[in-house]
């Protein structure tokens, strides 16, 4: 049974930083696109990040140049590193475990609410 634990939300000040964190377990990590979404209050979930099993990265363009998406294999782990936090960035991160044979997945989610 695949599960995703996140962590490493929290509340922050404007311009501050958090580091997501996303443990898989129950599958082979390595042959999945992990992806970072988020949902604000009274809007849809929306794509923050995604990675891919060859590394390749693509992200939302509110977020390019301050968030970085990684993965750690030997981990099951994916990361999302928020800088230059806004208070629009406040939300419920999920993680997010997909690949087309093997089945798509998600975490619990994590709040990330960012004021002063």
């Known amino acids: 049974q695949v599960q995703l634990v996140e962590s490493g939300g929290g509340l922050v000040q404007p311009g501050g930083s958090l580091r997501l964190s996303c443990a898989s377990s129950g599958s082979i990590f390595s042959i999945y696109t992990m992806g970072w979404y988020r949902q604000a209050p009274g809007k849809k979930r929306e794509l923050v990040a995604f990675?891919?099993?060859?590394?390749?990265?693509n992200y939302a363009a509110s977020v390019k140049g301050r968030f970085t998406i990684s993965r750690d294999n030997t981990k099951n782990t994916v990361y999302l590193q928020m800088n230059s936090l806004k208070p629009e960035d406040t939300a419920v991160y999920y993680c997010n475990q997909e690949h087309s044979g093997a089945g798509n997945y998600w975490g619990q989610g994590t709040q990330v609410t960012v004021s002063s």
């Open positions: 990675i891919t099993t060859g590394g390749n990265t």
